[in-house]
Every structure is written in C-alpha cells, then in structure tokens.
C-alpha cells in the first residue's frame, strides 16, 4: 500500500529525512513515533506528495513520484483521509459543510453528501451538530470532525499527524480507539506522535524516527 | 451538475464573505469599463463625423475642349470603378451651362457668345473605411487619362482630416488597451487580497485532493461576478449620462450622440468578462504556483 524505497528528503535550512526504507501494508495501523522535528511530517508528507523525494521513491497503490505527473496528485488525496494536530477546519463553515467538503471535490450528488456525512458524523460520535461552527466545538470534537471529513469519502488510508497533540489524555485515548475502529473496517492507518506512552501496548507497528532516519520496531 | 452548482454557490458566497474587496473589485471594474464605455462612444461618433466630412470630399475633373459627350460618358463610367471612388456624377457643357445661369443670373451664351465651359465631372470618394483615405492613387490614376484637362480637389485638407483622424484612432486605442491592462491588475490584486483571506480553504481544498481547476473556480467565477456587476454599473451611468445630457449637447453644439444602448452594455459586459477572468486567474494561478 505505502512504499519509501531508499527515500531522502532535505531542507535548506535542516532537517527533513534520509535514506528511509519502509512499507506500510493494507489495513494495517502503524505508529510513527519521534520527537519533535524527528522528521514525522516530512515523511507524512512525502507520502501525500506535498513533498517529492529528492532521492528515491515513493509508491502509495499505484501512484509513484518517480512517474506522477502533477495533475494527478489530487487523485491519490482523494485516497487518503488526513488528520492534522491543529485540524485544519473551516471557521466560516458548520460542521456538516466542512465534512462535505471532499464529497463536492469529487463530485458527489447533494443526496448522497447528505447519507454519507451524515453517516460519518455518527460514526465518530458527532450525530447533531452537524449545525455547529468548529469554534462551537470542544478540542476533541473538533479532531473527531477531522477525522469524520478523512472518513467521509471512505478512504483507502488515513495519515494522522500528531492528531493527539492538542487532545487531553482521556480524549487522546478516545481518539486512538476511534482510529483502531476505522482500521478493523478495513483503512491502513499512519499515525504520527511523539507520545510514546499513548501508543505502547496496543498491538500496532511502532516506527521509529530519529534525525530522519527510520528505525522499525 | 453538482460540483458546477458547488463552484457557482461557493463564487457568490465569496461576494457576500467579503464584501469589501467585493466592494473594492466593482468599483475598480466599473470606473475602468465607464471609461473603456466613453472612449468606444467616442470613437464611434468620431467616426460618424469623418464619415460626415468625406461625404464632402470632392474631385471635379474637367475635360479637355473638343473631347466629345460620349467619351465623356465612357470616362465617368471608367473612374467609378476606381478603387475608393464611390460615385460620379456627369456634367456636361449644357448642364454647366444651367449651372453658371443659376449661381450668376446670367446666361454665358449671352455674355460671351458661345459656351466656353467644358464637360466635367465630380468624383465622391467612399465615406466608411477605418484605415486612411488616401485621395492620391485615385488622382493619379484620373490624370492619366489624356482627356482629362484639370483636376479639382481638397488635397491639403483631405489630407489633413485623414492624418488626424488616423492620430485619434490610434490614441484612443492606446488608452483603451492601457486601461484595460491596468485594470487586470487592479482586479488581480484585488482578488489576491481574497485569495489571502481564504489561504485555509485553499490548502484545505488541496489537501482532500481538489485539483487546480476546482480550487480556482471560485476565484474566478467571484471574479467574473465583480466584472459584471461593473459592467452593468457603468453602463447605467453612461446610459444615463447621455440620455440626460444629449439634448444638451445638441442645444449647444449641434451634435446628435448616437449610440446603440444594447451593443453598448453587450460590448462592456463582453469587456468584463474578458478582463475579470484575466486578473483573477492571474491572481489564483499566481498563489497555486
């Protein structure tokens, strides 16, 4: 499903990743835990093609950045539900609009939006409130809303970037449960944090990352 | 159908979103289109005015003595179908008989005791042509024939009235361009100004894998509102203008403006279209790049 061979990735200013190897298989949930500027997000990115190695490559299903042409990277997105720390919703929007947000994208009839957001918001515990603005919205329920707009358009993989970082300990635990529930539907999961304490014992693959290298549990 | 109505619904609600580029964006659309409005109405009617004035232009061509009446008629034939020449007429030493009769009183048989003036013939040149008139070619060409005793006409004058005219034509052009130029910047950097303000729907539309077109759709479409509605604006005030000030203008300077309100208000809201999809989409593929 998700594959860096021999990927590196630098900033002008430092940082970034090198040389990293992994493969991340179907509906599998894996953890990718470092420090801050470990280069987690780099690597997140990578995968999204917001960034495109400078050396190596990348493959997520059938899209790879040695041979994807620009254009074509809003199509692997729109595989790919992501969750951010700081949630990146829509003020001026209600919670319902934001969550329908990707189903316009890809060109969804205003009846099927209606099920399918509706149906999203329920599965992540926000049946409701689909009136309510994200600042009407606690910190967890707004990372809940996060994660209903990266389910709504059913996809084949979620990547989380620290999606606990603003969250509460209860509801950071809530949160990583929610996920689980998703994977056993089927979505491989990367999750990335720097709480190692969140994320030990559940049973799930734990990436290492250190300075931009990658050490696999 | 859907994604279409979404873009369309998302366009106009930027209008409202934000109201004061909105605001901002109209006003700079419609001071632009009622000057783009007022130099198309002048042109048109500077055009009406050379049209008006080569309607006076005349070439007299005055034959040879003893060049008989229907060579005459074959050589006023042959100079219609001079290139520019768009009508002629005959005057023949009877008729110019009649002529001297009626402008002096007098009869030349009379005075005189034989008819010494010639055949002749008045060339009209084509009035409706945008590029100059150039009177020479068709001189030259009347001079060759060897019938053919003076030639009468304008030159300096024509001459004249063609240059300035050219002048006008090409300055005003000049100003129309510039100003639709400076209005694509206007508009451009009035929408970056929106563009800014909704930098989070961008990334957000980037991120769930929009691509370029749906995420500047909007921009565009908010763009191409701005320009219409200054469309329309300035075309009420030109509209209005000239409706409250034409019996003005005739009362004191004897010029009828003529005008067509629909081709006006089409070509301005043409005009708009053009030049707000110009600038936002320069705005919009700027900030994607």
Redesign the interface.
Known sequence: MIRLDNVSYSYAKGGGVSNVNLNIADDEYAFLIGPTGSGKTTLLRLVYMDLMPQVGKVVVDKFNSDKIKPRKIPYLRRKIGMVFQDYHLLNDRNLFENTALPLHVVGCDQEEIVDRVIESLEEVGLDGKEEHFPEELSGGEQQRACVARALVKDPDIILADEPTGNLDPVTSFELIKLLEEINREGTTILMASHNYNLIKGRGHRIIEIQNGSVRQS | ???MM?LLSEGMKNLW?HKLTAFTAIFSAFLTLAVAGSLIIVTQNTNKLIEYLRDKYKIEVFFKEGVKEERVVELVKEFKKINGVRSTTMITKADAEKIFESQFGENILDLVGYNPLPASCVVNVVRKRETKLNVNPIIKRIKSYPEVDEISYQGRLIIRIESYYQKFVKGMSIILILVLVISVFIISNTVRLTIYAKK??I??????????L?VKAPFIIEGVFHGLIGALLASGLLIGGLEFSSNLIYSMAKIKVEYEPLILVGILLSISVVISYLGSSRAISRFLK
């Open positions: 159908m859907d994604k979404f979103r989070e729907l990334q957000a539309l980037q991120l769930i894998g929009a691509t370029r749906f």
